[in-house]
């Protein structure tokens, strides 16, 4: 774990200490990767549709 100084983290009034769990390049990173898996499963559930329901969905092949 790496010490970092508390400039590094995003202000969150919502937290005890009001600041993020994260630091911002962190949560940078985390959020990519997110995107990336969601846009996976995106990948995933389309090619499983029928041709009928992409065409009504207004999906392209």
């Known amino acids: 774990m790496t010490e ?3 400039t590094e983290f995003p202000r969150n009034a919502s937290t005890a200490d009001g ?3 994260y630091c911002r390049p962190c949560h ?3 959020a990519k990767r997110s ?3 969601a846009r ?3 990948a ?3 090619a499983l ?3 009928s329901d ?3 969905l207004g999906i392209a092949d």
């Open 49 to 51: 549709l029928s041709p």
């Open 28 to 30: 940078a990173k985390a």
């Open 4 to 6: 970092k100084p508390i």
């Open 35 to 37: 995107r990336e898996r």
């Open 40 to 42: 996976a499963k995106y």
């Open 54 to 56: 992409r065409a009504r």
């Open 19 to 21: 600041r993020g769990a």
């Open 44 to 46: 995933e559930m389309v």
